[in-house]
């Protein structure tokens, strides 16, 4: 998928997510950027839901830094990155797994940084902008697929 759209509430963003939910493979790497309270979570819960997970038990990750959803046969559907506690160095992320969580489910990174890139690179990047009309401007941009390192 590539494109975008604006959204206008929160069952709109997540109704989005479900959309792009079905063109994910399962090395998938979505980097959700934007600012503190853009939508990024929402958009990860609307990722979640479209890939069989109970969307209700999608929240930030802010303070486990990962988060794994499963889907109804107990199998992980999802796993779900927030980055915005680690400082931006590629071996605070070796130290945490991260290389070893690629594969089996899509992976949605919130405040990817500069260096995930090097260990988790991107196949999809959506920017989120929330508007002064509580609107959120939503884009798709997808990556070229590439082997990551090991």
């Given at each position: ?6 959204t206008?509430?929160?069952a709109?963003?997540e109704?989005?997510?479900r959309?792009?939910?079905r063109?994910?493979g ?10 503190l ?7 990860a ?14 929240a ?32 605070e992320?070796?130290?945490?797994g991260?290389?070893d969580?690629?594969?089996g489910?899509?992976i ?8 995930i890139?090097?260990i ?21 941009t ?9």
């Amino acid at each position: 998928m590539k494109g975008g759209a604006v959204t206008r509430s929160e069952a709109e963003t997540e109704a989005f997510a479900r959309d792009l939910a079905r063109d994910l493979g399962s090395t998938a790497v979505v980097y959700l950027i934007g600012d503190l309270g853009a939508g990024k979570t929402t958009f990860a819960r609307g990722l979640a839901s479209g890939l069989g997970a109970v969307a209700r038990e999608v929240a930030s990750p802010t303070f486990a830094i990962l988060h794994e959803y499963a889907g109804p046969g107990g199998g992980i559907v999802m796993r779900h990155l927030d980055l915005y506690r680690l400082a931006d160095r590629a071996g605070e992320l070796d130290v945490l797994g991260l290389p070893d969580a690629v594969g089996g489910a899509p992976i949605a990174v919130e405040w990817p940084g500069r260096t995930i890139g090097e260990i988790l690179p991107a196949t999809h990047e959506v920017a989120i902008l929330a508007e002064a009309d509580g609107s959120r401007n939503i884009t798709i941009t997808p990556r070229a697929a590439r082997s990551l390192p090991r």
